[in-house]
């Protein structure tokens, strides 16, 4: 008996030291309020991350948060400046040497403890708690409304370290003439001064900024908009958000010249016959701004998108440049720091700048080369191994919106995440690895690609390990739930797919900025009646799917639903169909009343997009940008011309259904989403049976992307072992292939080659250049005795 009483005691004695060394979960109870413990000496980033923190608490859990200065549910600190890190027990070790870096860890006795490398760290990880509770970046942007919960826990175990893949990190507002501009002053903050956007609207995009993890902002700066800088409060928003203020290719030294230079500027803005205006132009800027974090950019273009005044050649424009650079580095050198390679600064060659960089301008060292894509997301040059090595780094500044030639996209923001990843990882993995912005217009509707843009930026290998279709999947379920998210998965990359084989601002093959009127004239694209109904046809199941799947979204994110999926998709179907039903009309084979359908229903779903949320987005979604031709109703005119006939390939394929040869498939990406990049050396076997012809024509399509090392995008094509033929298809500067190829987003080659009456056939396509990226092959029979093509 004694011995039994004796058991039951160390048993028992063994349960409590059991319990009382077992690391406690951190746990919340709604309702209950949470402390959090910070100095009060932390950067205003910091607080501001707090409140954002305080007010989802509250959101989620019903909780109300109290800062406290010494103890805390919740232990906040950046290293350096916290002693309260230093004393929670967590090892830090691993965020020394990290720029941006935070660890969440729970302590031994149950409290979360958020430590940064520095500041920016030090919010992220605060935010990063906000996303564990279920609070999406697009809370208010999106009204992704969060879900409420009773109990929120992090196991004992828990430990997260998280740092940038990329060190700068922002978005450009762009072409806000027909979206952000107008709802800002018209909707959001109502103001008296014309275009002006204030401190309001900056620090809700502000703010989203910081949830996605980005810090940097280059502002809106058309002609219709007050400049930043010379509206009250911006430069107060950006610092307490914590962002980096950056400005565009024609905005030198913090500078709208397009918007201040007819306020601020005296004269030409011409530094070869006006240097002394222009000088203090900048100079006046600069030492407004010296004690704000800022990333300068160097150099001078035209007021707007334009050429550099007063140089009219390749060598005087260089010649201006290399004087500008001494002058704009004095300044800051004068104002802001006197080693002036500590600020940041960056030069963007950007158009025809491009060509004065390829003349041998010397940019200094420690400035970051900022590349560009050809505004389709397509990137024209990638570092070479010099470049690579500068202290300044490179960036690249990359386009899901854009206005000019060949034709503008800034309506739907159908930018295929597929590209995006594709062109961004290739940017990476070439060094491009400092600065990374991408142009988003109005944000909305492109809320989607600025979160991949930036999840790739923040870790670029969390993107790659899950792929973009596991990427695009999560983000669906978190905005949506995982219900719809099921349903409407495929109906997002089916929606993808389709407006990369051909954008919804391109269907009516129209083209902007040409001397010729008729690219202004809506007109048949080279598709023939077939093709058009089985688009057409696509379309229809897309916006079917989509408007069932309704009923699969909660109650609280009815909203969330129409931005981002139900108005992107049905907008997209229906300008298909008031061009295609048109095209079909002008040949006497569909009704015009269809395409006129279409558009009301355009009209109609916008009209609803403005007012969702009690007139929330009132202004900000025009399906009319510009006012170009192709968003009216169609004229009603008889073709003047057949329509194109129906050719059918003998045999096609898909790159990624080579039988032979290492195809490295880019997922999701091409007109049947089986494109695949060809290794330099390597090559794709294709295999056909036997042909009653004597010549072939073989049709390669190929993605329409730029040499990644040199000047060549080249291939070889060989038929049963003859002579390869060797095939160039790159393309230079504005070219009519350039544009033939982005309008379509594909660069074809043809080539007729002869056929022996041989059982099989292997046609072989070897890259020569690094970059080859193959979508299609087909094969059409020639006629004996035909000339070819």
Not at 564 to 575: D, E, G, R
Not at 717 to 745: C, F, M, Q
Request: with cysteine; net charge neutral.
């Amino acid at each position: 008996m004694r011995n039994r009483i004796l058991f039951s005691f160390l048993a028992w004695v063994a349960v409590i030291v059991s319990v009382q060394g077992k690391q406690k979960d951190f746990v919340l109870q709604s309702g209950q309020p949470v402390a959090i413990a910070c100095s009060g000496s932390e950067a205003p980033v910091v607080r501001t991350s707090l409140d954002l923190l305080s007010r989802d608490l509250q959101t989620v859990l019903s909780a109300t948060a109290h800062i406290d200065t010494n103890t805390g549910n919740i232990i906040v600190g950046t290293i350096g400046q916290s002693k309260l890190i230093e004393q929670a027990g967590i090892d830090i070790s691993a965020l020394k040497n990290k720029k941006q870096a935070f660890m969440l860890a729970v302590s031994e006795d149950g409290k979360l403890v958020v430590a940064g490398s520095d500041s920016h760290g030090t919010a992220y990880g605060i935010l990063e708690i906000s996303r564990l509770l279920g609070v999406s970046p697009w809370e208010w942007w999106a009204d992704v409304t969060p879900e409420k919960k009773e109990t929120f826990r992090l196991s004992g175990k828990f430990r997260e370290l998280q740092s940038p893949s990329v060190e700068y990190r922002g978005i450009f507002i762009n072409d806000e003439d027909w979206g952000l501009m107008p709802w800002s002053n018209k909707t959001y903050e109502p103001s008296d001064v014309k275009g002006e956007i204030g401190p309001r609207t900056n620090e809700r995009i502000f703010e989203l900024l910081l949830r996605l993890r980005a810090n940097t902002y280059w502002p809106a700066m058309h002609e219709c908009t007050l400049p930043f800088f010379l509206t009250k409060g911006n430069r107060e928003a950006a610092k307490k958000y914590g962002i980096f203020m950056g400005a565009s290719h024609c905005e030198p030294m913090a500078c709208n010249a397009a918007g201040e230079w007819k306020i601020r500027g005296k004269g030409a803005y011409d530094y070869v016959n006006n240097s002394p205006a222009v000088y203090q132009f900048w100079e006046d800027r600069v030492k407004e701004v010296a004690g704000q974090e800022i990333l300068y950019t160097l150099g001078m273009r035209g007021v707007h998108d334009g050429k550099m005044q007063g140089a009219k050649t390749v060598e005087e424009q260089k010649a201006v440049l290399d004087r500008v650079f001494v002058d704009q580095r004095g300044l800051l050198e004068k104002y802001v720091n006197k080693d002036v390679t500590q600020v940041p600064q960056v030069f963007i060659p950007y158009k025809e700048v491009l060509d004065i960089y390829h003349a041998g301008l010397q940019v200094p060292e420690d400035v970051t080369l900022m590349w560009c894509d050809d505004n389709y997301g397509y990137i024209r040059h990638f570092p070479t191994a010099e470049e690579r090595a500068r202290k300044g780094g490179n960036g690249v500044y990359y386009h899901v919106s854009y206005w000019g030639r060949p034709h503008d996209h800034l309506w739907l923001s159908t930018m295929s995440p597929s590209l995006i990843y594709q062109q961004m990882k290739q940017a990476y993995d070439q060094g491009i690895q400092k600065m990374w912005i991408l142009n988003v217009g109005d944000i909305k509707p492109a809320e989607y690609q600025i979160e991949l843009f930036m999840d790739m930026a923040w870790n670029l290998d969390k993107v790659s390990s899950e792929g973009v279709t596991a990427h695009l999947k999560h983000w669906l379920e978190r905005e949506l739930g995982t219900s719809c998210a099921k349903t409407i998965l495929s109906v997002m990359q089916e929606h993808y797919r389709l407006a990369h084989i051909r954008k919804p601002e391109f269907m009516g093959n129209t083209r902007e900025e040409e001397k010729n009127p008729v690219y202004r004239v809506v007109k048949d694209l080279p598709w023939s009646e077939r093709e058009i109904n089985e688009r057409l046809n696509a379309y229809s199941e897309l916006s079917e799917t989509v408007e069932k799947a309704a009923s699969k979204v909660p109650a609280g994110r009815q909203s969330a639903y129409f931005e981002l999926v139900k108005y992107p998709v049905q907008a997209a179907t229906q300008m298909n169909r008031k061009l295609l039903y048109a095209q079909l009309a002008r040949h006497d084979k569909e009704d015009w009343e269809k395409s006129d359908a279409a558009y009301d229903s355009i009209a109609a779903l916008t009209q609803h997009y403005n007012s969702l949320e009690n007139g929330k987005w009132n202004r900000m979604m025009d399906f009319k940008p510009r006012k170009l031709p192709v968003f009216n109703r169609v004229e009603r005119k008889a073709a003047t011309a057949p329509m194109t006939a129906d050719r059918k390939a003998v045999c096609q394929w898909n790159a990624a259904e080579a039988k032979k040869g290492n195809a490295i498939v880019c997922e999701g990406l091409g007109y049947e989403s089986k494109a695949a990049e060809i290794k330099k050396g390597d090559a794709l076997t294709f295999s056909f049976g036997n042909l009653k012809t004597d010549s072939v024509e073989v049709d390669i399509r190929l993605l329409p992307n730029h040499p990644v090392h040199g000047d060549k995008l080249r291939f070889t094509v060989s038929l049963d072992g003859a002579e390869p033929e060797v095939i160039a298809y790159e393309t230079k500067g504005r070219s009519e292939e350039w544009k033939e190829n982005v309008l379509r987003n594909q660069a074809i080659r043809k080539i007729v080659l002869p056929v022996t009456g041989k059982k099989s056939h292997q046609l072989v396509i070897k890259a020569l250049d690094e970059g080859v990226i193959l979508d299609q092959v087909m094969l059409y029979e020639v006629n004996r005795n035909s000339s070819g093509i």
